[in-house]
């Protein structure tokens, strides 16, 4: 079992930055997301990176304002979030899958158990 663990969460104003990181607990998962669900909603993919190369996804709602990086001596993720705005609320879940790739939660096999972002207006 793979343990995937987030951090970096909080409470802050519109247009604060904030990073969220997430250490994945095995070498074995080759492609890592970050998603978000908003109270009401469905949980929604926000960005992906590959483990061993330069790949990354965004969705359109977070492309130039967020950035998904990595430090694989540190089995870590991480994800800087500039520009927050009161609809960017929401639990954030980091995930992990063997390759890279998927841009839908249930193709991702291993989850953290999420972190608060909330967004002041």
């Known amino acids: 079992q793979v343990q995937m663990v987030e951090s970096g969460g909080g409470l802050v104003q519109a247009g604060d930055s904030l990073t969220l990181s997430c250490t994945a607990g095995?070498?074995?998962?080759?492609?890592l997301g970050w998603f978000r669900q908003a109270p009401g909603k469905d949980r929604e993919f926000i960005a992906a990176?590959?483990?061993?190369?330069?790949?990354?996804y965004y969705a359109d709602s977070v492309e130039g304002r967020f950035t998904i990086s990595k430090d694989a001596t540190k089995s870590t993720m991480y994800l800087q979030m500039n520009s927050l705005k009161p609809e960017d609320t929401g639990v954030y879940y980091c995930?992990?899958?063997?390759?890279?790739?998927?841009?839908?939660?249930?193709?991702?096999?291993?989850w953290g158990q999420g972190t608060q972002v909330t967004v002041s207006s």
């Open positions: 995930a992990g899958r063997r390759s890279f790739g998927a841009l839908v939660d249930n193709e991702y096999d291993y």
């Open positions: 095995a070498p074995s998962v080759g492609g």
């Open positions: 990176i590959s483990w061993s190369g330069g790949r990354s």
